[in-house]
């Protein structure tokens, strides 16, 4: 069971917008930056976003990302089939101090 | 370009201590801007962050591992390592090193291959 909870899957259709959300409390995603991890079947996961809202060099504005209290949201629009992938959320955990993942939401471009 | 590798036995018994190692290229593991990470995923589930180590020896815990976990630092060789004690066969998972990038990217910027690691007898 994980700190940060995610849906475990969401879909849409290639060209539409989708949005995984994250859930953690006020001493995690409350109190510190957010990051998101992209992660295809049998390789690593690779930053997708950093400080809860920027991207990283090479990372098309299609993702997006925002924090509202204690629960964060990644975005991805004009949905591509190579969007399909395993999407976690992260952050330092104040009180545990530990960083946290959530449990992963697996991505379909149906 | 800074890389990272992962090494070990892909087999370790059940109680036995399963010892990683991450070996560092192309950066510093000396920086203050950085510290180490280990994180795993076990078959079919999520990522779950182990421990992570600074250059300094500043160490942090996952919670529910620290009492089985040690993890360490070896500027001189350029990596760190990971020991997890009394392993049973819920341990056994893909294991990622990381490097958790502290003042800029606050995430874990790169990230190695992973390595598997099995535990049966």
């Known amino acids: 069971q994980s700190v940060l909870t995610q849906p475990p899957s969401v879909s849409a259709a290639p060209g539409q917008k989708v949005t995984v959300s994250c859930s953690g409390s006020?001493?995690?995603?409350?109190?510190?930056?957010v990051s998101w991890y992209q992660q295809f079947p049998g390789t690593a996961p690779k930053l997708l976003i950093f400080d809860t809202n920027k991207r990283p060099s090479g990372i098309p504005d299609r993702f997006s990302a925002s924090k509202s209290g204690a629960s964060a949201t990644l975005g991805i629009t004009g949905l591509q089939t190579g969007d399909e992938a395993d999407y976690y959320c992260?952050?330092?955990?104040?009180?545990?101090?530990?960083?946290?993942f959530g449990g992963g939401t697996k991505l379909t471009v149906l | 370009q800074v890389q990272l590798q992962e090494s070990g036995p892909g087999l370790v018994k059940p109680s036995q201590t399963l010892s990683l190692t991450c070996t560092v290229s192309?950066?510093?593991?000396?920086?203050?801007?950085?510290?180490w990470s280990w994180i795993r995923q076990s078959p079919g589930k999520g990522l779950e962050w182990i421990a992570c180590?600074?250059?300094?020896?500043?160490?942090y815990y996952n919670p529910s591992l620290k009492s089985r976990t040690i993890i360490s630092v070896d500027t001189s060789k350029r990596r760190f390592s990971l020991k997890l004690t009394s392993v049973t066969a819920a341990d056994t998972a893909v294991y990622y090193c990381?490097?958790?990038?502290?003042?800029?990217?606050?995430?874990?910027?790169?990230w190695g291959q992973g390595t598997t690691v099995t535990v049966s007898s």
């Open positions: 192309g950066g510093s593991i000396n920086s203050g801007d950085y510290s």
């Open positions: 006020s001493s995690s995603i409350g109190k510190n930056f």
């Open positions: 990381a490097r958790y990038s502290m003042f800029y990217y606050h995430a874990m910027d790169v």
């Open positions: 992260g952050t330092w955990d104040s009180s545990l101090d530990s960083w946290v």
């Open positions: 180590v600074q250059y300094s020896g500043t160490i």
